[in-house]
């Protein structure tokens, strides 16, 4: 009786278990066995490995692994100076500026159960060349300043340990929003991004499935 208890156990914890699969409408766009179509593949394959990892290590290796991707600028993939690219751009046409790297990383972890509310895209000013920069930050702990990841660095540190950043405001659905003493919310006026609200108007479909 113990055994064959043990067996439905079983049957039952790998048949519940979700599993990651690309949206048979994306895959219907990838040419199989294109360099787009694995580098897609190997995005699922990755989420199912981590996805029944603790947090602190689901945020670490998004980071890390994503950060792999090799830069490229929106006159490259898409002839145009700014461009915020869906999840699907990003991975299929294999990179992707910054704000790309932080719209992936914000998607992935969603995915992966971390909360939306607390994840947000981070206009930023580097310290030293004066050069704008955007980020993903996460708010994890209310008392805290917000965890950084960057596309810039393999480390995932929070904000007041990142003296070469400074944060200009946050945002997502939400709203926008200052940080006062690094960590206390003050929402401010909606500002005008428009290839923010054009991203909104094609991120109609999920890129990522679960079953």
Not at 13 to 25: D, Q
Not at 62 to 88: C, G, H, S
Not at 93 to 105: P, S
Not at 160 to 180: A, E, Y
Request: net charge positive.
């Amino acid at each position: 009786m113990v055994k064959i208890l043990f067996v439905l156990t079983l049957f039952f914890s790998f048949t519940l278990a979700e599993e990651f699969y690309i949206n048979p409408y994306y895959l219907s766009k990838l040419k199989k066995d294109s360099k787009s179509y694995r580098i897609v593949e190997h995005y699922v394959d990755f989420l199912n490995k981590i996805k029944d990892e603790d947090n602190k290590t689901k945020i670490q290796k998004v980071n890390l692994y994503i950060n792999k991707i090799v830069p490229k600028y929106d006159n490259y993939n898409y002839k145009n100076d700014e461009y915020w690219a869906t999840p699907f751009e990003f991975f299929s046409n294999a990179g992707g500026d910054c704000e790309d790297y932080t719209i992936a990383k914000m998607y992935s972890l969603e995915i992966l159960g971390i909360n939306p509310k607390i994840m947000y895209m981070s206009a930023v000013k580097d310290k030293y060349s004066g050069g704008n920069h955007m980020v993903l930050s996460l708010l994890v702990d209310k008392n805290k300043p917000p965890l950084i990841l960057d596309n810039l660095s393999s480390k995932v540190l929070s904000l007041d340990k990142r003296v070469d950043l400074k944060l200009m405001f946050i945002f997502n659905k939400n709203g926008f929003f200052k940080l006062r003493n690094y960590k206390k919310l003050v929402k401010i006026d909606k500002l005008q991004l428009p290839a923010y609200e054009k991203l909104k108007e094609k991120y109609k479909k999920q890129l990522i499935l679960k079953r």
